[in-house]
């Protein structure tokens, strides 16, 4: 059985909660008592009908104002896969939630309202999920049955949609007409859109192909933590643990030690109390070397011949997840795959709007849920790809010194 | 050189290597970026897996911390030596925070109207300042309840301990966030994207030790608010309760007067796993009378300082 991770957006108007809420009772993940409690809270509050959303809004102040603030986590399994949902919540003032619940999905997936087409809301979503370099995307036209399960609605919404998607980066696009509530297309088959010929959305998320989405070219190993036991048994064992974050470790591969540029070549790699042939993405693993070279946390293993340049002028899409703006001059503590170091604000360029993709170079800031391109200056060189060719090297939080906060999340460019 | 059982032509990953190299990164981050960590072991099956992941992590180093228990004087004797066998198998330091110390030296108040579950926080707030731990691990999972499926794998507790679920760090990839101000500490979750099957198959998969009560057995139990509980002389038979003797296991490990067993003829994982993949009412909702007392429970005991 595999993984797939998978992001949703969209509003309670759309008819999210009740998708989620169908594909995790289709599959079995609701379970009695959730079930119970949920129709109980339903039948309290006067609702003709039993609120699905009620399962998936877990705190408190979420269920007294009736909306989805902060990401949850669902899991469901069919016998082929695992999945694991990040419910986002959809609305422009949620966009930080919903950058964080993209950031490890395999696939996006946006819902629509049939009756009102694209909207700008679906639009900033499509943007969101190609800004961070999800894979797939699933264009669900929602409340087919309120439209007469009209090909004509589909159409039209799958040339506008298409037509947005070239300005974007989306390398695989699929657009599934439901109805959430009746269950058209979500796990069974529609009877009422013989013109649809395309996979049900079960069907898609439980096939679409993400073996290749992974880098494994280009061999990038963090250094997390140094395995030392001085015990008599291991006396001299010195390991490198970490997780794989791309390409392929064999032992016998010629090495670079970066920032040092000293080299190496893999002696074994350990999995727990055995050797293996070979490590790849994401594989936690014990790396050791031939050579005594000085190895620690935050140093980075690569192969001789390719290897990311340390750079320390980082130029980056970030999205700022805090009220005070950001600001040049401004200087913030970075997390970049197992290195910390400090980082200066040297220039914000432009502030994207994400509903037209629109370019404002006029700006000097970037306020709560904005995403820009900046420039940084860092005191240790950052051992980085471009976000675009891999998600865990390409990546960094930025860090509020004195609240120790999580203020931001950068995309690196190249 | 041994092939590697987890390879597959494609380089894919099953979904339990998947979990457990996630998990395992996450062992090795606070290990790395913390003074000084601790794991929270209540003997459940949650707990053991977590250490097993911690074993995996370090290997063949020894754990880098120490583990953490409360013991509340209400566990269920077969939990504790399961929870002996393996401390001294991994060598690893055991703290034991005692309800009924905690007590004896005034740390909390001696109410016996207040539930043993409730005093589980201050005990457990107690040693963690006690011992300045900065990091405690928890055996949390996101599938288990609701408010738990919005909590971070980093999740941060203020200096009273609380935790302030409308104002949570965001998390994104896997970079994680350890920073702290004086007195305040950090609870991880390292398994917080395992579902109860998962931790299930990895038991099986693992040939991991669990206390037997998890296993089919015959137990002598009555009936209290619709749930299966053990006849023990800590929790006194109320008026009309029918003491009977029949074939149970427990789903979850708590305190032996809340916890109850659901009956099960499930003697071998297998048997678990299969019961596991039917059952109809989640492990906690099933089983556990902590979390039955209102709707957001698990919420209001975790912003307090609950694991």
């Known amino acids: ?414 | 050189m041994q092939p590697m059982s987890q390879t597959h032509s494609d380089y894919r990953l099953s979904q339990l290597d998947q979990l457990e190299a996630e998990s395992i990164h996450i062992f090795r981050e606070v290990a790395a970026e913390f003074e000084k960590p601790v794991l929270m072991f209540s003997g459940g099956k949650d707990s053991i897996v977590m250490l097993r992941l911690a074993e995996k992590a370090f290997y063949p180093a020894k754990i880098p911390f120490s583990i953490l228990q409360v013991d509340t004087g209400l566990d269920f004797p077969e939990v504790m030596e399961t929870r002996d066998r393996w401390v001294s198998r991994l060598g690893v330091n055991l703290v034991v925070a005692s309800i009924d110390d905690a007590i004896k030296n005034g740390i909390i108040p001696d109410a016996a109207k207040i539930s043993r579950n409730r005093l589980q926080i201050p005990t457990l707030l107690n040693a963690i300042e006690e011992n300045g731990f900065t990091a405690a691990f928890g055996g949390g999972r996101r599938d288990e309840e609701k408010a738990r499926a919005k909590e971070r794998v980093y999740s941060h507790r203020d200096e009273f301990g609380q935790w302030d679920p409308k104002n949570q760090r965001p998390e994104l990839w896997n970079l994680y966030n350890g920073r702290l101000h004086e007195g305040e500490h950090m609870r991880i979750f390292p398994i917080s994207n395992w579902t109860e099957l998962d931790v299930w198959d990895y038991i099986g998969r693992e040939g991991i030790e669990i206390p037997s009560i998890y296993y089919a057995h015959q137990r002598r139990v009555f009936v209290r608010d619709g749930m299966l509980m053990s006849e023990t002389p800590l929790n006194p038979l109320r008026e009309g309760e029918v003491v009977e003797e029949r074939t149970v296991r427990f789903r979850t490990c708590g305190d032996i007067t809340l916890t109850g067993c659901v009956e099960s003829t499930a003697s071998t994982i297998a048997e678990i796993i299969e019961e596991v993949a039917v059952a109809r009412k989640t492990e906690r909702g099933a089983t556990r009378g902590d979390d039955r007392f209102s709707e957001a429970a698990m919420e209001d005991r975790k912003k307090e300082g609950y694991f």
Request: proline share 5%; with cysteine.
């Open chain 1, 1 to 414: 059985m595999d993984l797939l991770r998978f992001a949703t957006a969209g509003s309670v108007d759309d008819g999210k909660s009740t998708l989620i809420g169908r594909l995790l009772l289709d599959s079995k993940a609701i379970f009695e008592d959730q079930l119970e409690a949920v129709e109980a809270t339903s039948e309290a509050k006067g609702y003709d009908y039993t609120d699905l959303a009620l399962l998936t809004d877990g705190l408190r102040s979420e269920r007294e104002q009736g909306i989805t603030i902060d990401v949850a986590y669902r899991y469901f399994a069919t016998p082929n896969r695992k999945f694991i949902i990040a419910d986002t919540p959809g609305h422009v003032q949620y966009t930080r939630n919903m950058v964080t619940g993209a950031s490890t999905a395999d696939l996006g997936l946006v819902l629509v309202d049939a009756r009102q087409g694209l909207t700008e809301q679906s639009r900033r979503h499509a943007v969101i999920l190609s800004l961070l370099r999800v894979p797939h995307l699933v264009l669900a036209v929602n409340k087919m049955d309120l439209v007469d399960f009209d090909q004509a609605v589909y159409d039209r919404i799958y040339a506008e949609f298409t037509q947005f998607a070239t300005k974007l980066n989306v390398p695989d696009l699929e657009v599934i007409p439901i109805s959430a509530l009746q269950g058209d297309n979500v796990v069974t088959r529609s009877e009422n859109m013989p013109w649809y010929s395309g996979p049900t959305l079960m069907h898609h998320l439980e096939h679409v192909h993400v073996a290749s989405d992974r880098d494994l070219i280009d061999a990038r190993f963090p250094v997390q933590y140094v395995v030392r036991p001085k015990s008599d048994e291991f006396h001299d064992y010195r390991g490198y643990a970490g997780q794989v974050a791309g390409g392929i470790l064999k032992p016998g591969d010629e090495v670079v030690v970066l920032p040092s540029g000293m080299t190496s070549k893999i002696s074994k790699i350990d999995l727990f109390d055995k050797e293996i042939a070979e490590a790849f993405p994401p594989m936690s693993v014990t790396v050791h070397l031939e050579d005594d070279v000085d190895v620690s946390r935050g140093d980075m293993i690569a192969r001789v011949k390719n290897a990311p340049t340390p750079s320390q002028d980082i130029d980056a899409m970030v999205c700022w997840m805090t009220t005070a703006p950001l600001q040049p001059r401004q200087k913030l503590a970075i997390k970049h795959t197992t290195r910390t170091g400090r980082a200066l604000v040297k220039d914000i360029q432009y502030r994207l709007d994400v509903n037209t993709l629109h370019r404002d170079q006029a700006t000097n800031e970037l306020g709560v849920n904005e995403i820009g391109r900046v420039t940084l200056r860092t005191t240790v060189p950052l051992l980085c790809d471009p976000y675009s060719k891999n998600r865990t090297t390409g990546s960094f939080i930025l860090i509020d010194e004195a609240t120790g906060v999580t203020v931001g999340a950068g995309m690196i460019n190249g």
